[in-house]
């Protein structure tokens, strides 16, 4: 996970560094400003996401999540597509509800009540998916959004373009259950304030708890649970810090012990843990792979 708030050439490093380390995917932000420190500089996601394409080769990459406050979900689809077409296939769409009271407040959006939020959530969802899988989508009768007879042309690399979908709450799960490739949570007891992280215990136990719930919700689609991926963002190293070899070996058996496939760390802050990140790969990922 890069947060774009260094120079582009370093951010360019970076992403070069995270392929050629072996990491399989590589995600961004996506926020109006970083929602924890609003006067750092910050680049717009998508526009970076671009960038990426072109600057890497064979790493898969995408937003960890794009934000319902944020996007038009008929102009996401078409973003998403664009971009899987500029990378030869390479784009996963990560969705998630937003909330973050800046990316409201800056940029003029209403704050939506929780009801709301989801039921906004659950129609962009449907219409991004509807529009990669056939390539046409119209927003519900009575709904959030007027999207009339919208088109777009599908990849003809991915088909259907994954589409991973963040979700915490029963109401977030439930879309994830219908149209997610990928569900993708984190250890917090709510979403939006990092001060809801949870020890890893913890975390680890309500973790697992939502994997069930969303097994019930998969059920109810008439779903293999094994259909859909699950990763685990691990907030906890936002803050810069990269954890040693054992740990990450230690948080990877208890995710896959919950049956958790994949894990994402955030890049270190301080370049002085870089060298961190460079044992992980070395020392951590062939064991994950074998």
């Known amino acids: 996970m890069l947060l774009q708030n260094e120079p582009w050439p370093i951010l360019r490093e970076r992403a070069a560094r995270a392929e050629a380390m072996g990491f399989t995917g590589l995600w961004m932000a996506d926020h109006f400003v970083n929602p924890y420190?609003?006067?750092?500089d910050w680049f717009e996601s998508w526009t970076l996401l671009g960038a990426i394409a072109e600057a890497t080769r064979t790493i898969?990459?995408?937003?960890?999540v794009?934000?319902?406050?944020l996007r038009n979900p008929a102009l996401l689809a078409r973003a998403a597509m664009t971009l899987d077409h500029i990378s030869g296939g390479r784009f996963d769409l990560g969705m998630g509800a937003g909330g973050a009271p800046l990316d409201h407040s800056m940029t003029g959006v209403p704050t939506f009540t929780p009801a709301e939020r989801v039921g906004r959530f659950r129609e962009s969802v449907q219409i991004v998916s509807d529009l990669l899988t056939t390539g046409a989508a119209s927003a519900p009768s009575g709904g959030y959004y007027h999207v009339d007879s919208a088109q777009v042309h599908p990849s003809p690399v991915q088909q259907p373009l994954p589409l991973t979908v963040a979700a915490l709450g029963k109401g977030a799960l439930r879309v994830a259950a219908r149209y997610a490739t990928t569900w993708n949570t984190m250890g917090m007891a709510r979403g939006r304030d990092l001060k809801?992280?949870?020890p890893h215990e913890e975390a680890m136990a309500i973790t697992r708890e939502r994997s069930a719930t969303l097994d019930r919700f998969l059920e109810e689609e008439g779903k293999d649970p094994t259909?859909?991926?699950?990763?685990?963002?691990?907030?906890?190293?936002?803050?810069?810090a990269t954890p040693s070899?054992?740990?990450f070996l230690r948080v990877s058996e208890d995710l896959q012990d919950i049956g958790m496939d994949g894990m994402v760390i955030y890049w270190p802050s301080d370049p002085a843990n870089e060298p961190a990140l460079e044992r992980l790969a070395v020392e951590a990922l062939p064991r994950l792979a074998d």
């Open 37 to 40: 420190v609003q006067d750092q």
């Open 60 to 64: 898969r990459f995408g937003p960890m």
């Open 66 to 69: 794009s934000s319902l406050t």
């Open 196 to 198: 809801g992280l949870l």
């Open 227 to 240: 259909a859909i991926r699950r990763s685990y963002l691990v907030a906890g190293t936002y803050s810069g």
């Open 245 to 247: 070899v054992e740990e």
